[in-house]
């Protein structure tokens, strides 16, 4: 099987889409319900399948290392999603990205932090990358992952 314009795209990026990362509890990763596609949460995973960042936003990761860990974050969640349907090209449209960041008290630049997750989608797959997002602080996620994002995906 060939990569998909959308992945060639991520590689002209210098982005690595990797397998999808194994979920941390009793779930899976992505479901197709008719021509959406509901993501679980995804951290940020390196290409080995661990965790590239641990800690509060603010405090132990810089704002910068933030926005790298929501593109890997998205990245995981885009290999989750190739995983469940196949290819790529047949999104036809991110929905929704919902993200939160483990932020330190007083760090209030989460769509700061979430806009590296959607610059790198809009860059991907052009207008069809453009969504609808939420970016939420809060103080704790599983792991001490610093980001964590979700995704809805339509399909063609």
Same mark, same amino acid.
Do not use: W
């Given at each position: 099987?060939?990569?998909?314009?959308?992945?060639?795209?991520? *590689?002209? %990026?210098?982005?690595? @889409?990797?397998?999808?990362? !194994?979920?941390?509890?009793?779930? *899976?990763?992505?479901?197709?319900? /008719?021509? %959406?596609?509901?993501?679980? /949460?995804?951290?940020?995973?390196?290409?080995?399948?661990?965790? !590239?960042?641990?800690? #509060?936003?603010? !405090?132990? *990761?810089? +704002?910068?290392?933030?926005?790298?860990?929501? #593109? @890997?974050? &998205?990245? !995981?969640?885009?290999?989750?999603?190739?995983?469940?349907?196949?290819?790529?090209?047949?999104?036809?449209?991110?929905?929704?990205?919902? /993200?939160?960041?483990?932020?330190?008290?007083?760090?209030? &630049?989460?769509? &700061? *932090?979430?806009? =590296?997750?959607?610059? @790198?989608?809009? &860059?991907?797959?052009?207008?069809? =990358?453009?969504?609808?997002?939420?970016?939420? /602080?809060?103080?704790?996620? +599983? @792991?001490?992952?610093?980001?964590?994002?979700?995704?809805? %995906?339509? %399909?063609?």
């Amino acid at each position: 099987m060939s990569a998909s314009d959308v992945e060639r795209r991520l *590689v002209e %990026l210098g982005c690595e @889409l990797g397998s999808s990362p !194994a979920p941390l509890g009793h779930y *899976v990763r992505a479901v197709r319900t /008719g021509d %959406l596609v509901f993501t679980a /949460g995804h951290g940020p995973m390196d290409a080995s399948g661990e965790l !590239a960042f641990r800690g #509060q936003v603010g !405090a132990e *990761v810089t +704002p910068e290392e933030a926005r790298r860990a929501a #593109q @890997l974050c &998205a990245l !995981a969640c885009l290999a989750s999603v190739r995983d469940a349907v196949g290819d790529l090209d047949r999104v036809a449209r991110v929905v929704k990205l919902l /993200g939160f960041v483990n932020c330190a008290p007083g760090f209030t &630049a989460t769509s &700061a *932090v979430v806009d =590296g997750a959607s610059e @790198l989608l809009e &860059a991907a797959f052009g207008e069809r =990358g453009v969504h609808a997002r939420s970016a939420i /602080g809060t103080s704790i996620l +599983p @792991l001490n992952m610093p980001v964590e994002l979700e995704m809805v %995906l339509a %399909l063609r």
